[in-house]
């Protein structure tokens, strides 16, 4: 791995906001988030004689907030650089239920909740087309295919019910602004970049590993993004090995872990083989290829060769640059919050993220660009590890089979489940009715999901839809995730440690590892130092805006005044 890294390159508004969020609870807030424009484009006029050349959002797919408290002494560059010299808000949390990927990267797009902005999950169940879309599929646009390869994925924000910050700096910018956003994961990329439009650059990279976007947003290869492609074919790295980047001695726990997955053809130890069984241009290849950091390296790459090639931060006005690093996800799924393989991927990022702002600093000037460093969603430890430890833990591996079996039986053959997504279970329009339609069946479901053992609670989609006063923290999270036609019809509440799934760990609840992640503001005009009061990733879309004169009247989050000289 050396030799392929070195290859690469070597409160005035929280009144308002309170009362949204409130309202947002009991979820009624689509209506009344017009209270907050009004004072969002005044408190934005103030502070926008001073903003950035260029605004950048950092993201790190997985990245919960412990990994702070665990691993920083591990890190000298550029995660150090926004420890040190950043903004920190210590309590950053996601306030909602359904914690995943698109639903993350659209909140900090958007500054709005997933009630809002609509992305509540990676994927939902269509009653009407009868089947799973996924948040970011658009069956209207063609891919376009940047350098080389082929890639079937389709995609688009079409699902998307606000704008985001990118998309309203290109519509009030007096001059186009240059927009850049770069991804592993389509939903990742578009979450960030929003609806697109002329100057802005949206790539991911697609089924079957091409990079590519659609004609949502380009006709055409952008000719910088494809040249840079070409120039860094993935398959040049088949058969490098993944070893460890920092001494032994620094890497905390066991690489051995016997709660860790074993993704073929990788074990649980270093090192890892980048190979597949089928050969440099096989599937199996590229997904080895995206869990290991030379996926980080190459998005980061990707994002200095367009900082150049589209001069970002080099015209009047404000320009925007978006990453998201999606290597931690992959391998964190896999081996968990524990293992030496997230260490190492993290003691990469450190250095991948250093290579960017190092880069900014020549590029667009040190003092000229503001920086805002988060997390689309944290991660729950491995069930079996935080057993062996005794913390609480478990797997809900059976669950939607117990469902689907309890269906089955009460209602006949043929009642099939719609979709059995992590905490929300989907049924078909005829299973529902027959499920209605048979006294006391819809009791004796709830009772089987409420009887596993890591479930705390179950809700009704009824539940979620209703606005009735509640005080129950759980309700409320689950409330903000809701949006009319794409919520489960039941909700299982798992209890902190439990995850759904047969290996490995993930997220997608509303309990703490899920919702912690870090918020940090670094570079223009941002007041460094440890903040305890509460933030959300909501606010970086607001805190854009405000220093940089824009208005973003759906946003809910606040703007993150206290940070800001
Ligand atoms: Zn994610």
């Known amino acids: 791995m050396n030799r392929t890294i070195g290859r690469i390159g070597a409160s005035a508004f929280g009144i308002v906001t309170n009362i949204v969020k409130l309202l947002a609870a009991v979820g009624v807030v689509v209506g009344l988030t017009l209270l907050t424009p009004g004072v969002s484009a005044q408190r934005a006029r103030t502070v926008a004689t001073g903003a950035p050349r260029l605004v950048v959002l950092v993201v790190m797919d997985q990245f919960t907030s412990s990994y702070i408290d665990l691993y920083s002494s591990q890190w000298t560059r550029g995660l150090r650089r926004l420890l040190d010299q950043g903004a920190i808000f210590r309590n950053a949390a996601y306030p909602y239920g359904n914690t995943v990927t698109c639903a993350g990267h659209t909140t900090m797009g958007t500054g709005a909740l997933p009630a809002t902005h609509g ?264 069930p ?53 339609a048979n006294p006391g069946a819809e009791e004796q479901l709830v009772a089987v999901l409420k009887s596993a053992p890591g479930t705390a609670k179950v809700f009704r989609g009824a539940d979620l839809a209703s606005t009735a006063e509640t005080t129950d923290p759980d309700l409320r999270a689950w409330r903000l995730s809701y949006f009319p036609g794409r919520n489960g019809d039941y909700i299982i509440v798992p209890k902190p440690g439990f995850y759904f799934g047969p290996t490995g760990t993930g997220h997608g609840s509303q309990n703490e590892a899920d919702q912690r992640v870090p918020l940090i503001l670094f570079g223009r005009g941002v007041r460094p130092g440890q903040y305890l009061a509460p933030a959300t990733p909501a606010d970086i879309a607001p805190t854009f805006a405000a220093i940089t004169g824009v208005s973003l009247p759906m946003a809910q989050g606040r703007v993150l005044g206290e940070a800001l000289r």
């Not at 062996?388 to 043929?414: D, H, I, K, V, Y």
Request: charge should be negative.
């Open 119 to 382: 992305m509540v999950g990676n994927s939902w169940y269509d009653r009407e087309l009868d089947q799973t879309v996924t948040c970011e599929q658009d069956p209207s646009v063609t891919p376009v295919v940047l350098g080389t390869g082929t890639t079937t994925g389709k995609h688009s924000a079409r699902f998307m019910k606000v704008p985001t910050f990118a998309d309203e700096l290109r519509r009030q910018s007096t001059r186009q602004p240059n927009i850049v956003s770069i991804a592993e994961k389509p939903r990742s990329a578009i979450g960030m970049a929003g609806h697109g439009g002329p100057g802005t650059v949206v790539i991911w990279e697609g089924a079957g590993g091409a990079w590519s976007s659609s004609t949502a947003y380009t006709d055409a290869p952008w000719p910088d993004a494809a040249a840079f492609v070409r120039r860094h074919p993935t398959n040049e790295f088949y058969g490098d090995v993944w070893t460890k980047l920092l001494p032994e001695s620094q890497y905390r726990f066991t690489d051995d872990n016997p709660a860790e997955a074993k993704p073929a053809p990788w074990t649980r130890t270093f090192p890892h083989s980048l190979q597949s069984p089928n050969g440099a241009d096989d599937p199996a290849f590229v997904t080895t290829w995206q869990r290991s950091p030379l996926a980080d390296a190459f998005v980061t790459d990707m994002a200095i060769d367009l900082v150049r090639s589209r001069h970002l931060g080099r015209d009047p006005g404000t320009d925007m640059l978006a990453v998201s690093l999606g290597s931690l996800d992959v391998t964190g799924h896999q081996y968990g919050p524990r293992s030496h393989e997230v260490q190492d991927v993290l003691a990469r990022a450190d250095q991948n993220i250093g290579r960017l702002l190092e880069a900014l600093d020549k590029d667009v000037g040190e003092g000229n660009y503001v920086v805002a460093f988060s997390a689309d969603h944290g991660v729950t430890r491995i």
């Open 384 to 436: 079996e590890d935080a057993l062996a430890n005794g913390e609480p833990g478990g797997r809900f591996s059976s669950l939607s089979m117990m469902a689907e079996q309890l269906l089955l039986w009460t209602l006949g053959p043929g009642k099939k489940v719609g979709l059995a997504d992590g905490a929300q279970l989907s049924l078909t329009k005829q299973a529902m009715a027959a499920l209605k």
